[in-house]
């Protein structure tokens, strides 16, 4: 089994989609409610902003001791975040159980015993890179001229290919 997760922040879901092994696609297997939300539509550029990242992220770290019962840590600030040259971008970007959060992606403790439970056994069974995509919307022409004022426009649109990809193909583009 592989699995792929993609967060929408305007649908306030964690989708977790999963194929077996050699399957062309992805499949929904189930959407985990945010059980809260920080920040606002854009993505995150520095330290202590309170905002989730925008972007194409991997998991890169299991943690079963975390103070919000287990998580899976994202690799935020990956080379994109990286190469928009901030000083100090923050980092420890997290999926993980509770209710609070200042910048991560709260799914209950329920939700993230699941979720963890599914990147473990997809681990396991050899998927090696377990992607996470965020965007702030549904990354269309007709959403993005709903926020054609936004200063991060020029940002979201180079998200747009990736979000097409998927939706066309239900397998991740690679980043």
């Not at 089994?1 to 297997?29: C, D, P, Y």
């Not at 609070?100 to 069974?125: F, K, N, S, W």
Request: with cysteine; net charge negative; glycine share 8%.
């Amino acid at each position: 089994m592989e699995i792929f997760l993609r967060l929408i922040k305007t649908n306030r879901e964690l989708e977790v989609w999963a194929r077996n092994q050699g399957a062309r696609s992805f499949k929904l297997l189930h959407r985990y409610p945010l059980a809260a939300t920080s920040g606002h539509l854009g993505p995150k550029r520095r330290a202590g902003d309170r905002q989730v990242p925008e972007g194409f992220y991997e998991i890169d770290r299991f943690n079963p001791q975390s103070d919000y019962h287990l998580s899976l840590g994202l690799n935020y600030p990956n080379a994109a975040d990286r190469a928009l040259g901030e000083p100090n971008p923050g980092g420890d970007i997290f999926i993980h159980g509770g209710e609070v959060t200042i910048g991560c992606l709260p799914i209950t403790d329920l939700g993230i015993e699941e979720v963890y439970l599914l990147a473990v056994t997809a681990r396991a069974a050899g998927q090696t890179v377990i992607p996470v995509h965020i965007f702030p919307f549904p990354i269309t022409e007709t959403e993005l001229a709903k926020h054609a004022t936004s200063f991060h426009q020029a940002f979201w649109r180079e998200l747009m290919p990736g979000y097409t990809y998927f939706e066309q193909h239900h397998e991740p583009a690679h980043y």
